[in-house]
């Protein structure tokens, strides 16, 4: 009860700023961005025509983000500072574009005006665990709170999809009908059809961990769960693999930055902890093998053609809290370990399916070609520029 009062304190008050910002003209060249995960929108402002002004609210590190200059504006998306708040609601409400990429409450009460799109990009390629009005997690919620989640769906006027299959999660999870997606594909999957940057990325990350140039590299990259806050641990024995592999593999570690805050483990010398490092899809092009369980990772990595392990350690209890779309064992294009016996064996005996991984990558990257961020630039009417000198879309910072 106190949540849902603070909540709507919060909405109540943004809707009065919003509607004063609104007095404003519409700026048509402006796109204002409203980013959970900073690699979901760098391949769009990249291609976008100089000439638009780009700003970008935020959450998470501002150093992973375009240094600020004519063209970029770069805020805070949570802010105790009045002034930013304001600023950038302003920005929401005399901007043409907004492109986002998850859920945001705030949404539930910014009555934008006709001529404004809002455009979904997501932050994953796919879906394994159920999300939206189908996240369990939400049975218990507030007659008033499913009210304001279909509200934030509705003001989706497009989502982007890279398959056929998303389109049908999207529809269940957001109470949408077909006419609001795009089938242009993933923008941030572009960067596996481009084998120059890739090797660029291979190039910086051997520079900054020496040892994977010398070893196989396996990449542990676990889902977060909410427990791990309070309990932090890694279920995988770190000791026993480096037993078995210790002079033909390192394993890179790559945690929820929340977690790996707390996460006090002793690592081994081949256990390379890179939780700390911004660009997941840099990981996956130095990675021979994956490790995971629930994340959407293995939408991505299934383009590079690699094998993939998935350690659902608590998968039982994992689907009793949040359900999965498919059958878990059935949809994961790889095989399944519960202890690191077991993962060891399957390391060991070579025991993939890549064609199982190849169907699973046509599966969910039906519309990812390569050429996604241009296409849905122009599905929105933009102008693009060229961009060959910066295709990656990164910062110089690694």
């Known amino acids: 009860m106190a949540r849902e009062f603070l909540i709507s304190c919060y909405l109540f008050f943004t809707k009065c700023l919003f509607t004063l910002c609104k007095l404003f003209p519409m700026q048509a060249k402006k796109i204002t961005f409203v980013l959970s995960f900073h690699d979901t929108g760098e391949s769009i402002w990249n291609h976008l025509d100089s000439g638009y002004q780009k700003i970008i609210i935020k959450e998470g590190k ?3 983000y375009p240094k600020e200059d004519g063209s970029f504006q770069v805020l805070p998306l949570h802010s105790k500072n009045p002034f930013l708040f304001i600023r950038s609601l302003y920005h929401l409400a005399t901007s043409k574009l907004i492109i986002i990429d998850n ?5 539930s009460v910014t009555n934008f005006k006709p001529e404004v799109q809002v455009i979904q990009l997501w932050h994953a390629a796919g879906a394994i665990k159920q999300f939206g009005l189908q996240d369990r997690s939400i049975t218990h919620r507030s007659k008033a709170a499913h009210q304001r989640f279909q509200q934030v769906y509705d003001h989706f ?3 982007v999809v890279g398959s056929d299959k998303m389109v049908e999660i999207f529809q269940e999870s957001f109470g949408l009908d077909e006419s609001h997606f795009l089938k242009t594909g993933i923008p941030r999957t572009d960067f596996f059809f481009q084998e120059q940057e890739m090797e660029k990325c291979r190039h910086k990350l051997e520079q900054k961990y020496p040892v994977i140039k010398e070893r196989r590299v396996i990449l542990y990259a676990p889902t977060f769960r909410d427990k791990q806050l309070d309990h932090p641990e890694i279920h995988l024995d770190f000791q026993k693999l480096f037993d078995a ?3 033909e593999y390192v394993i890179l570690l790559k945690l929820h930055p929340a977690v790996a805050a707390h996460a006090y483990v002793h690592l081994p010398s081949f ?5 700390a490092y911004p660009y997941v899809n840099h990981l996956l092009t130095i990675s021979d093998i994956l490790i995971t369980d629930y994340s959407s990772i293995p939408f991505e990595f299934s383009l590079l053609d690699k094998p993939m392990i998935f350690f659902p350690y608590d998968l039982e209890e994992y689907q009793q809290e949040r359900g999965f779309w498919e059958p878990y064992e059935e949809n994961m294009p790889g095989p399944i370990a519960f202890d690191t016996e077991q993962l060891i064996e399957i390391i060991r005996n070579h025991e993939f399916d890549m064609e199982r991984v190849r169907q699973f990558a046509r599966k969910w990257n039906q519309y990812s070609d390569g050429s996604s961020s241009k296409k849905l630039i122009q599905a929105l009417h933009l102008k693009t520029q060229d961009c060959s000198d910066k295709e990656d879309g990164t910062t110089d910072e690694i």
């Open 62 to 64: 501002k150093k992973n």
């Open 103 to 107: 859920y945001f409450g705030f949404l």
């Open 157 to 159: 006027d497009k989502i």
């Open 245 to 247: 592999f210790r002079k």
């Open 271 to 275: 256990v390379v902890d890179v939780s």
